[in-house]
């Protein structure tokens, strides 16, 4: 395998930065990380397909799709986008990084969305489940992987995604939980879930306790994401700044 190019500018691009429920119109989670060698979503929530062409990015130039937890707001656009991928006949072969289970996890949405339509086995797919802590290891990116707090069930992690020189570090869905401060040090770019303004959720976090534990995040630049109507209805009192679809960022 080549080795990644350490010196590359990565480019990522906010495909959705909305909640389960499109609050303020805004796209389930997605984000396209492009480098010079690779391409690859973080999360595939289910507008993605829209959402990746609104952008004018194509699916079968995506090398890698890195999912969080098993919440059809960050995988259940992976039946779509394996239709669209499987009509490309110069696809590149696409590696899924996921829990454990993909597989049939989405076989099944395939056979209740589109019986008869796809079977994986027939497409250049290739599987690798994660458990929690654990370093995945590419050609073009190496991800590490933390337990966080969110619906046991779904299987929830934060990752570190290592592109060359460049670390841009996501928290998934989680409500506040020390594992943060390890995703996040000293990443390019920490991504994370700030669901409500003040309200507390179990499973998600607020803009006022992830205040406090600001001083304990060393990473150069933070990015909130996944807000509910709570959070966007007090955006004029929120200091951080924050992903919305279609936000670029180039980290050189």
């Known amino acids: 395998m080549e080795q990644m190019n350490k010196n590359q500018s990565v480019t990522l691009t906010v495909i959705g930065s909305g909640d389960a429920f499109g ?12 480098a010079a060698d690779c391409q690859l979503l973080i999360d595939c929530g289910a507008t993605v397909l829209s959402g990746l062409k609104q952008s004018g990015f194509r699916v079968g130039d995506i090398d890698a799709i890195l999912i969080t937890h098993f ?12 239709l669209d991928y499987a009509r490309q006949q110069d696809a590149k072969p696409l590696t899924i990084i996921s829990p454990p289970g993909a597989k049939p996890r989405i076989q099944s949405l395939l056979d209740l969305l589109y019986p008869g339509s796809l079977q994986l086995d027939t497409l250049a797919l290739t599987f690798i489940a994660y458990q929690p802590f654990e370093v995945v290891e590419t050609a073009n990116f190496v991800v590490q992987t933390f337990p966080v ?8 992690n934060a ?6 020189k460049h670390v841009i570090s996501y928290s998934g869905d989680t409500e506040w939980t020390p594992v943060l401060v390890d995703v996040a040090k000293d990443a390019d770019l920490f991504i994370c879930q700030c669901n409500y303004y003040e309200k507390d959720a179990k499973g ?14 060393s990473c150069k630049k933070i990015w909130l994401t996944h807000f509910d109507v709570d959070m966007l209805a007090h955006m004029e009192q929120v200091e951080l ?3 919305e679809d279609g936000k670029q960022i180039t980290i050189a």
């Open 23 to 34: 609050s303020g119109g805004r796209l389930n989670t997605c984000f396209h990380v492009q």
């Open 71 to 82: 919440h059809g707001d960050h995988y259940g656009g992976l039946p779509f986008f394996l």
């Open 149 to 156: 707090i969110h619906v046991a069930a779904a299987l929830p």
């Open 159 to 164: 990752f570190r995604i290592q592109l060359g």
């Open 204 to 217: 998600h976090l607020n803009y006022r306790t992830l205040q406090q534990h600001l001083p304990e995040l």
């Open 241 to 243: 700044e924050y992903a």
